[in-house]
């Protein structure tokens, strides 16, 4: 028998079957997970491996099939094997793990039937799934962005945002006690219901958070912060088509709010990057109590981070913002316009992970978001730009694949510092 392994695959139906021949041994067992790992990321969640040339198998090798296994099964996906050799067969046994290999215990959760809309926009896949189509969002802007240019901002326009289940939001904050307490950290932050994080702006590039738990609620000390609460309208899930491997952050949001015709929106996203275009604060905009501008140059080069390229390839994010078209002259300092001559505005954070499956169809948003952090260790927050500079912009952030959750937004409240 071949002392490599060889993988070939096949299709049965929706199945992408692995046809294994050779070993699966310590070094192989790795070249396995890899291949295991491009296939999810292609999008084939339910896989089967040929086990029948398969002449040695050692414990890496098991421990590589129960790791796609439960992640797999996490995701409402599958991996079971089949024709399993005798050599096979007798460690799987051993083990006591044949039967759940080889799917005879396996019993999948009924799937959700549900209405949905399909449509292809720009090559790109869209599944419109209805949650609650008469819920509405109520959205709240607090504090003065334009502080920020200034450095201007003070104790008495400091806020404290609290966050749930049910409420989600971007802004500039910290953790801590009051604003002193505060000052050297303000950085930005974003609410992911049970969950909120920032990006302290003191140079250690170190995401910190809160997770609901027991009597802990998660709050941030905000200067200014744009907060969505209520139910849901929709899920939208997008794939790419055909030869297309991405789309720009700008469009895939202007097909959402066609999708939807909403002329307002709260969005939350989890989705797989193909490179993001942003910036983040590297130093407090009160850190100078003098309030030097920030953003004058040469200045802005010590108190911000712009990507020089698109980055974040192939990561997981979790993104949150609001779109809206033509809004209120008292909007337009928290919002810009998401790509040059469109009406539509926005304001997005997202938090950035290492990559791993995400289930496609029935997604609990706040135990995904959870999970996120209980499973992975946050790595980066962004404000999205969409850099359109000529010559030497870098464009827009670009997404592969992910969920969208997004709810009209009916009542507006803007509490404007002076």
């Not at 997970?33 to 999008?43: F, N, T």
């Not at 040695?56 to 296994?69: D, E, K, P, Q």
């Not at 911000?304 to 993104?319: N, Q, V």
Request: glycine share 8%; proline share 3%.
């Amino acid at each position: 028998m071949s002392e490599i392994l060889e993988i070939s695959k096949s299709f049965d139906h929706q199945i992408l079957v692995l046809n294994l021949r050779g070993r699966i041994d310590a070094y192989w067992s790795s070249q396995l997970g890899s291949y295991l790992d491009d296939s999810i990321r292609e999008g084939h969640y339910d896989i089967r491996l040929n086990m029948k040339e398969i002449s040695y198998i050692s414990s890496a090798g098991i421990r590589v099939l129960l790791n796609y296994f439960k992640q797999l099964h996490d995701i409402n996906g599958s991996l079971t094997l089949n024709e399993i050799s005798d050599n096979v067969r007798t460690v799987l046994e051993m083990v006591g793990l044949r039967s759940l290999l080889s799917g005879e215990d396996i019993e999948k959760p009924a799937e959700v039937k549900a209405s949905v809309k399909e449509e292809i926009l720009d090559n790109v896949h869209f599944t419109q799934i209805p949650l609650n189509e008469s819920s509405r969002l109520h959205c709240r802007f607090t504090g003065n962005p334009d502080h920020l240019n200034s450095g201007s901002f003070t104790g008495a326009l400091l806020d404290n945002e609290r966050f749930n289940s049910g409420s989600f939001g971007i802004g500039l904050g910290a953790f801590g006690n009051n604003f002193d307490d505060c000052r050297e950290r303000f950085g930005e932050f974003i609410g992911l219901g049970d969950v909120v994080c920032y990006l302290p702006a003191n140079r250690t590039s170190l995401p910190d958070y809160l997770i609901r738990s027991g009597q802990l609620i998660p709050e941030i000390k905000s200067l200014y912060s744009i907060i969505f609460s209520g139910s849901f309208n929709h899920t939208i899930r997008y794939d790419m088509q055909g030869v297309r491997k991405s789309i720009p952050c700008s469009r895939l949001f202007t097909n959402c709010m066609k999708l939807t015709n909403f002329n307002s929106a709260g969005i939350v996203m989890l989705a797989e990057t193909t490179g993001l275009v942003g910036a983040s604060l590297t130093s407090s905009p009160v850190r100078d109590p003098s309030g030097a501008a920030l953003f004058q140059f040469p200045e802005v080069r010590d108190h911000l981070h712009i990507t020089t390229e698109p980055e974040y390839d192939k990561m997981l994010t979790a993104t949150v913002g609001i779109l809206h078209n033509a809004p209120e002259e008292a909007m337009k300092s928290f919002l810009r316009p998401i790509s040059s001559g469109s009406e539509l505005w926005g304001h997005f954070h997202t938090a950035v992970f290492s990559y791993h499956p995400l289930r496609k169809e029935n997604i609990e948003l706040n135990s995904a978001i959870v999970s996120f952090f209980e499973n992975d260790k946050i790595q980066h927050i962004l404000h999205l730009i969409n850099d359109e500079r000529d010559l030497v912009g870098i464009g827009d952030s670009g997404f592969k694949s992910g969920t969208v959750w997004i709810g009209e937004i009916e009542k507006t409240e803007i509490i404007q510092h002076a």
